[in-house]
């Protein structure tokens, strides 16, 4: 099974940056869509990014209406790694954040992803 692990989350005052990573064990990582979400308290898990197997293939990414512009998901598929690039930090961002692993085509419902990390959160001050 693919194990995930996430780190970089921490405490940001709006408009800060912050970049998660999302380390994956597993000899079949490039063969895995990733995707980042997040959850916060009262709420659903939603979506905010997902690639495919290549970083650099911009029709290969999705994003959130309310992140875009702002974030950006990349992969090192060399590293076994997944990043989500958060910029223009705003109050209502304030989540933990999980990276997830799909075998699947990159997709935005919780239910498609079959791997999870533990989170990390992301706390951002007004």
């Known amino acids: 099974q693919v194990q995930l692990v996430e780190s970089g989350g921490g405490l940001v005052q709006a408009g800060g940056s912050l970049r998660l990573s999302c380390a994956a064990s597993?000899?079949?990582?490039?063969?895995?869509?990733m995707g980042w979400f997040r959850q916060a308290p009262g709420k659903e898990r939603e979506f905010v990014a997902a690639i495919s197997t290549i970083s650099w293939n911009i029709g290969s990414t999705k994003y959130a209406d309310s992140v875009k512009g702002r974030f950006a998901i990349s992969r090192d598929n060399a590293k076994n790694t997944v990043f989500l690039q958060m910029n223009s930090l705003k109050p209502e961002d304030t989540a933990v954040y999980y990276c997830?692993?799909?075998?699947?085509?990159?997709?935005?419902?919780?239910?498609?992803?079959?791997?999870w990390g533990q989170g990390t959160q992301v706390t951002v001050s007004s």
């Open positions: 997830a692993a799909a075998k699947v085509p990159v997709r935005v419902e919780v239910t498609a992803y079959d791997y």
């Open positions: 597993g000899r079949t990582f490039s063969t895995y869509a």
